[in-house]
């Protein structure tokens, strides 16, 4: 079955074949991305002219954002430890080895802030507890748990794939 995308000008639909998106975990962190003011994490799905397509993890819907929107890919994120900066892709994998690939049980709205740093101690011993904020572990969670009901469970990002 193939899917179209219906575009009108004026009079005239065009009807344009849509490729089914395919969740390719290896590189998905360069496609998946956060933006401000937005809840949630979004897939990108193309560009236009002064605008990028994105469908929410959560919901499936899709909307345009424009270049006024603050939009960090998640392969552009690192985390705050003592030494140098750790990648998401590497915190998430860490976190997913704890976890075992299944949602934290950890509710990151209600924990307190000794609950969200004793489960980030497991996570990534060596963070850096003056630069990482509470706020940045419930967001992670919430990241981490985003990504699992999506289906998304290899973090790597490509080039550390390639190296491999």
């Not at 985390?79 to 997913?96: H, P, R």
């Not at 080895?97 to 509710?107: F, I, R, T």
């Not at 011993?125 to 748990?145: A, E, F, G, H, M």
Request: overall charge negative.
């Amino acid at each position: 079955m193939q899917i179209f995308h219906v575009f009108s000008c004026a009079y005239h639909f065009f009807f344009v074949p849509l490729q089914p998106i395919l969740i390719n975990d290896a590189f998905m962190l360069k496609e998946i991305l956060a933006i401000t003011g937005k809840p949630g994490l979004y897939k990108l799905l193309t560009r236009g002219n002064n605008m990028l397509i994105v469908e929410s993890l959560v919901d499936g819907k899709r909307m345009p954002t424009y270049a006024r929107d603050k939009i960090v890919a998640l392969s552009d994120v690192s985390m705050f430890t003592n030494a140098d900066d750790v990648s998401l892709s590497e915190v998430l994998t860490n976190a997913g080895k704890k976890e075992g690939l299944k949602p934290v049980a950890l509710d990151p709205k209600k924990a307190s802030n000794a609950e969200l740093q004793a489960w980030f101690d497991e996570v990534l011993p060596d963070w850096d507890r003056d630069r990482v904020y509470p706020s940045d572990i419930r967001k992670l969670i919430q990241w981490y748990n985003i990504l699992i009901n999506a289906g998304i469970t290899d973090f790597r990002i490509e080039e550390e794939e390639e190296a491999q």
